[in-house]
């Protein structure tokens, strides 16, 4: 028996230390997802309340067709959409995808068509970071990297949270927000060019500052 079937059976059996490991494991989650849905947190606060609600009503039912993580997200999409089509506010995900005339990267970073030599070429290509693995590690740069992607438009916030803060697979996440993989792909992409963009911006300014720091 695989480590969630053993979860489900404890669901089943109403153990209430299962239900707090969801709860731990997923709350976060549910409440970014309901927000790209409906758009408010009180109404996202409350459509994660019935999702959970849904779980310990339906875990009875539940047949392991899916993952127990696609189906209480399934859970709270159906959910969301319900209560959205009561309060004309709902926010499909899908139409919150990439729009069609969005670069995925800084259009400053390349040089123009009409250029010379290197016409539409890079002019400012990524930074090669000379900085030790454990300074990337950091709690500081944890937190920039975690403030960048909270300034993220809210379908590229809620896809790079699930793929690299959640560490959730692209199919998983596809299914979770009914997105198609290129849609997911783009925001994913646009979303990890924008905090590298920080990233660089902050560790180039800590290298100015050491460069003109005079020596002790």
């Keep these: 028996m695989t480590d969630e079937q053993r979860l489900i059976e404890s669901l089943k059996a109403g153990d209430e230390r299962a239900f707090a490991r969801l709860l731990d494991e997923y709350s976060s989650a549910l409440f970014r997802v309901a927000m790209a849905h409906v758009g408010t947190r009180s109404v996202a ?10 779980v310990l009503n339906g875990i009875d039912r539940f047949e392991g ?14 959910t969301a959409n319900t209560r959205g089509q ?14 069609d005339d969005e670069p995925s990267v800084d259009a400053d970073r390349f040089f123009p068509p ?17 900085t030790p693995e454990e300074g990337l590690l950091s709690a500081e740069t944890r937190e920039l990297i975690l403030r960048a992607i909270d ?17 959730w697979s692209p199919e998983e996440v596809c299914d979770a927000l009914q997105l198609s993989d290129g849609n997911q792909r783009v925001l994913l992409h646009r979303a990890r060019t924008k905090v590298r963009a920080v990233l660089e911006s902050y560790f180039g300014a800590v290298e100015e ?3 003109v720091t005079p020596a002790a």
């Design 45 to 54: 606060e409350e459509v994660v309340q019935e999702t959970w609600l849904g």
């Design 65 to 78: 067709r899916s993952s127990l993580k696609t189906w209480i997200f399934r859970i709270l999409t159906n």
């Design 86 to 99: 009561r309060e004309r506010r709902v926010v499909p995900f899908s139409a919150l995808g990439p729009a």
């Design 114 to 130: 009409d250029h010379a030599r290197y016409p539409n070429h890079w002019a400012l290509g990524p930074t090669a970071w000379e």
């Design 151 to 167: 300034e993220l438009p809210e379908a590229q916030r809620t896809v790079v949270t699930l793929r690299d803060v959640q560490g």
């Design 209 to 211: 500052t050491v460069a």
